[in-house]
């Protein structure tokens, strides 16, 4: 009996090895194909660039017609204060607005021949040192009357920062000819050039609901503060200059504090237009923050200059970005007709600088800043000399100018990990004991917060049939249909639509790495007897924006959009169109953490046309995103302002309830 049960066994063992061995044989026949016909391209070249340039620029504030002085003042004063409370003191900056900032003077070493170097770190937030360099006249007494001040800020210099030989000789030549000058470290650069100060960074405070921006403003205003402290400032001459980044810090401070008298903006910043025609110019997260094209543009902020003396600088033949050719103009044509209303002309001023005119604050641009100090904070000096000062031999080392700073300086990591233990804010999510009631009016709530944070419209679907492929014969035949969705009328989203044999349910599936590389996913779907709809939404797959796709991203949030939120959108509006074709609700299937999120997102808000959802490595937390340092470079739609602060992934999830989520 029992060699007999030993034989069966046996006998059934290779029956299953041999139709393991068969379905091995044929599910990379399949597969293949199935891959294959999601590769097909459906997209015209350049079609998502062209669409998000097109989304972008419509979305940006043109200059406002001016009739009066008046009337510019009054608006000015609105984008000011809007740009401030709306922009850039979001969240918990507006308290680190109020705090007070601690400044600790360290020690004075020499610098030469009428001036001495006083090394300073100032808080611009609490727990966020910044060092810097005050250069400083010898011989100032209480006595010795006002003089000028100037804050030096730079820009992308990572290995120099504030210790870079042109910023040096900048402040040398400015504390020479009786000027205070203050050389501050910029986030990022020189001292500060850390992992966690990096730019891309800061959108983890945006995710939190605070003002990635904030810091940024705060070390350059912390720095105004500092200078006027001092005995002998002279609040009515108070001036600003720097090169690239530093460029896009001038005409920031300067347009939004109005204690800045004199502005030099060199090769810094351009219109958002301006950008979205020339890809040099499109800006990192500090100089393209969330929301600030929906108060304005870049040209209005020149605008906001008039009357105060401004000089423009840009290079003729910039190897970096903001070449003058393009940037300068519009720029012009905006503050041009302002500072006329002022009767100021004379006090807006252009520089081209055009040798050596790469990307450059060199002898020529540092002299027509020379110029601008003695026109207006000098006129009454006649041996005032805008000729530089060869100060060669007094450049110190990094190491001469190192301020020292705790080794626990706070980053953009640790402000955002701070933060996120304290959200999210929302509603709690009900549990079992409050009863089915109380669960519905919380999803009810929640839809609409959650609606509020990814910016959530409806979008219309317009569905045009592109061409059809077969793969296969018989039971195993695999037919393709080629869509292109129109959505809104400004996006269109390629969609492969896989049916073998008779399906009576629907999967949309999209995946982070794009459509072609969820191809095993489809054939088990496939092979389940679901029909299978294939999308690339927005940013991702064959809807990828190619170069600069992340700063566009960043362009899409900065005119008041959330790339979150259009993926979502696609979403819920393909979702509805299969709903209305099929007559079912459809599954959701998503494969990374990154379209994860927008699945949540878009079944939560979609309770109607979207059965469950299944996801594929997605997050257990949003702070996750901030525990792994992860930059809006890489994965923008994570970066959605605010999200965290009303939600984390268990909440969506609540929000799908009692639809069905798993996990894979």
Same mark, same amino acid.
């Given at each position: 009996?029992?060699s007999?049960?030993?034989?069966?066994?046996?006998?059934?063992?290779?029956?299953?090895?041999?139709a393991l061995?068969?379905?091995? !044989?044929?599910?990379?026949?399949?597969y293949?194909? +199935?891959?294959?016909?999601?590769?097909?391209?459906?997209?015209? =070249?350049?079609?998502?660039?062209?669409?998000?340039?097109?989304?972008?620029?419509?979305r940006?504030?043109?200059m406002?017609?001016?009739?009066?002085?008046?009337?510019?003042?009054?608006?000015?004063?609105l984008?000011?204060?809007?740009?401030?409370d709306e922009?850039v003191f979001?969240?918990?900056?507006?308290?680190?607005?109020?705090?007070?900032?601690?400044?600790?003077?360290m020690?004075?070493?020499?610098?030469?021949?009428?001036?001495?170097i006083r090394?300073?770190?100032f808080?611009?937030?609490?727990g966020?040192?910044?060092?810097?360099?005050?250069?400083?006249p010898?011989?100032?007494?209480?006595?010795? @009357?006002?003089?000028?001040?100037?804050?030096?800020?730079?820009?992308?210099?990572?290995?120099?920062?504030?210790?870079?030989?042109y910023?040096? /000789?900048?402040?040398i030549?400015q504390?020479?000819?009786?000027?205070?000058?203050?050389?501050?470290?910029?986030l990022?650069?020189?001292?500060?050039?850390?992992p966690?100060?990096g730019h891309?960074?800061?959108n983890?405070?945006d995710?939190?609901?605070?003002? @990635?921006?904030?810091?940024?403003?705060?070390?350059?205003?912390? $720095?105004?503060?500092? !200078?006027?402290a001092?005995p002998?400032?002279d609040?009515?001459?108070v %001036?600003?200059?720097?090169?690239?980044?530093?460029?896009?810090?001038?005409?920031? /401070?300067?347009a939004?504090?109005?204690?800045?008298?004199?502005?030099?903006? +060199?090769?810094?910043?351009?219109?958002?237009?301006?950008?979205n025609?020339?890809?040099s110019?499109l800006?990192?997260?500090?100089?393209t =923050?969330?929301?600030? %094209?929906?108060?304005?543009?870049?040209?209005?902020?020149?605008?906001m200059?008039?009357?105060?003396?401004? !000089?423009?600088t840009?290079?003729?033949?910039?190897?970096c970005?903001?070449?003058?050719?393009?940037a300068?103009?519009?720029?012009l044509?905006?503050?041009r007709p302002?500072?006329?209303?002022?009767?100021k002309?004379k006090?807006?001023w252009?520089?081209?600088?055009?040798?050596?005119?790469?990307?450059?604050f060199?002898r020529?641009?540092?002299?027509?800043?020379y110029?601008?100090?003695?026109a207006?904070?000098?006129?009454?000096?006649?041996?005032?000399?805008?000729?530089?000062?060869?100060v060669?031999?007094?450049?110190?080392?990094?190491?001469?100018?190192?301020?020292?700073?705790?080794?626990n300086?706070a980053?953009?990591?640790?402000?955002?990990?701070?933060?996120?233990?304290?959200?999210p804010r929302g509603?709690?999510?009900?549990?079992?004991?409050?009863? =089915?009631?109380?669960?519905? #009016?919380?999803?009810?709530?929640?839809?609409?917060?959650?609606?509020?944070v990814?910016?959530s419209?409806?979008?219309?679907?317009g569905?045009?049939?592109?061409?059809e492929?077969?793969?296969g014969?018989?039971?195993?035949q695999?037919?393709?249909?080629?869509?292109?969705?129109?959505l809104?009328?400004?996006?269109?989203?390629?969609?492969?639509?896989?049916?073998?044999?008779?399906?009576k349910?629907?999967?949309?599936?999209?995946?982070?790495k794009?459509?072609?590389? %969820?191809?095993?996913v489809a054939?088990?779907?496939l092979?389940?007897?679901?029909?299978?709809?294939?999308?690339?939404?927005?940013?991702? $797959?064959?809807?990828?924006?190619?170069?600069?796709?992340?700063?566009?991203?960043?362009?899409?949030a900065t005119?008041?959009?959330?790339?979150?939120?259009?993926?979502?959108?696609?979403? #819920?509006?393909?979702a #509805?169109?299969?709903?209305?074709q099929?007559?079912?609700?459809?599954?959701?299937? %998503?494969v990374?953490?990154?379209?994860?999120?927008?699945?949540?997102?878009?079944?939560?808000?979609?309770?109607?046309?979207?059965?469950? +959802? #299944? !996801?594929?490595?997605?997050?257990?937390?949003?702070?996750?995103?901030?525990?792994?340092?992860?930059? +809006?470079?890489?994965? =923008?739609?994570?970066?959605?302002?605010?999200?965290?602060?009303?939600?984390?992934?268990?909440?969506?999830?609540?929000?799908?309830?009692?639809?069905?989520?798993?996990?894979?």
């Amino acid at each position: 009996m029992d060699s007999h049960c030993e034989v069966v066994s046996m006998y059934l063992l290779r029956l299953t090895l041999a139709a393991l061995f068969i379905a091995l !044989l044929q599910v990379p026949a399949s597969y293949a194909g +199935v891959k294959q016909l999601l590769q097909s391209k459906i997209l015209g =070249p350049g079609t998502p660039l062209q669409e998000v340039i097109s989304f972008t620029g419509s979305r940006v504030p043109p200059m406002p017609v001016i009739e009066s002085k008046a009337d510019w003042e009054a608006r000015a004063s609105l984008i000011r204060q809007r740009m401030l409370d709306e922009v850039v003191f979001r969240g918990e900056a507006s308290r680190w607005r109020k705090s007070k900032s601690s400044v600790q003077w360290m020690e004075t070493i020499p610098g030469g021949p009428g001036y001495r170097i006083r090394k300073v770190r100032f808080e611009a937030l609490p727990g966020l040192w910044i060092p810097a360099l005050l250069y400083e006249p010898e011989g100032l007494t209480k006595t010795s @009357g006002r003089i000028p001040v100037v804050l030096n800020v730079n820009g992308h210099d990572r290995p120099n920062g504030k210790a870079a030989d042109y910023k040096q /000789i900048r402040c040398i030549n400015q504390a020479r000819r009786g000027m205070l000058a203050l050389n501050v470290e910029w986030l990022g650069m020189g001292q500060l050039h850390k992992p966690e100060y990096g730019h891309y960074l800061m959108n983890q405070l945006d995710l939190c609901g605070t003002s @990635g921006l904030a810091p940024f403003y705060l070390s350059m205003s912390r $720095g105004i503060d500092l !200078l006027l402290a001092h005995p002998n400032a002279d609040p009515r001459r108070v %001036a600003v200059a720097g090169l690239s980044g530093g460029g896009w810090q001038t005409i920031t /401070i300067s347009a939004l504090d109005t204690r800045v008298t004199l502005s030099d903006p +060199v090769a810094g910043y351009s219109s958002f237009l301006t950008r979205n025609h020339n890809f040099s110019d499109l800006g990192d997260s500090e100089q393209t =923050p969330c929301d600030m %094209a929906t108060v304005a543009d870049y040209s209005h902020l020149t605008a906001m200059m008039a009357p105060r003396a401004t !000089l423009l600088t840009f290079n003729a033949t910039d190897n970096c970005c903001f070449a003058a050719g393009h940037a300068l103009p519009p720029l012009l044509a905006a503050a041009r007709p302002i500072f006329k209303l002022y009767g100021k002309r004379k006090n807006l001023w252009a520089h081209v600088n055009f040798s050596p005119g790469n990307h450059n604050f060199g002898r020529d641009n540092r002299e027509a800043l020379y110029r601008m100090f003695g026109a207006h904070f000098f006129a009454d000096r006649t041996d005032y000399d805008a000729r530089e000062i060869d100060v060669t031999d007094e450049l110190k080392t990094k190491e001469q100018l190192f301020v020292t700073i705790p080794d626990n300086n706070a980053t953009f990591v640790s402000l955002a990990r701070d933060i996120s233990t304290r959200l999210p804010r929302g509603p709690r999510v009900p549990s079992a004991d409050d009863g =089915p009631e109380a669960r519905k #009016q919380w999803q009810v709530d929640a839809r609409q917060r959650l609606a509020q944070v990814i910016r959530s419209q409806p979008m219309t679907l317009g569905a045009s049939l592109v061409d059809e492929k077969v793969d296969g014969d018989g039971a195993g035949q695999t037919r393709a249909l080629l869509w292109k969705l129109k959505l809104g009328g400004e996006w269109t989203v390629p969609a492969v639509e896989l049916v073998r044999g008779k399906p009576k349910t629907t999967a949309i599936l999209l995946a982070d790495k794009g459509r072609t590389s %969820a191809a095993s996913v489809a054939e088990e779907l496939l092979a389940q007897g679901h029909r299978v709809i294939a999308i690339d939404p927005f940013y991702l $797959g064959e809807s990828s924006i190619g170069r600069h796709d992340f700063l566009f991203a960043l362009t899409v949030a900065t005119v008041g959009e959330r790339a979150l939120g259009l993926q979502s959108r696609q979403l #819920q509006a393909v979702a #509805q169109w299969i709903h209305k074709q099929h007559e079912h609700p459809t599954r959701l299937i %998503a494969v990374g953490p990154r379209t994860s999120l927008a699945a949540l997102v878009a079944g939560g808000l979609e309770p109607g046309a979207i059965a469950d +959802v #299944q !996801l594929h490595d997605c997050y257990k937390s949003l702070k996750q995103v901030i525990d792994s340092k992860l930059g +809006v470079n890489r994965a =923008p739609e994570l970066f959605c302002f605010g999200l965290l602060e009303q939600f984390d992934i268990p909440h969506l999830e609540a929000l799908i309830a009692p639809r069905v989520v798993t996990r894979r």
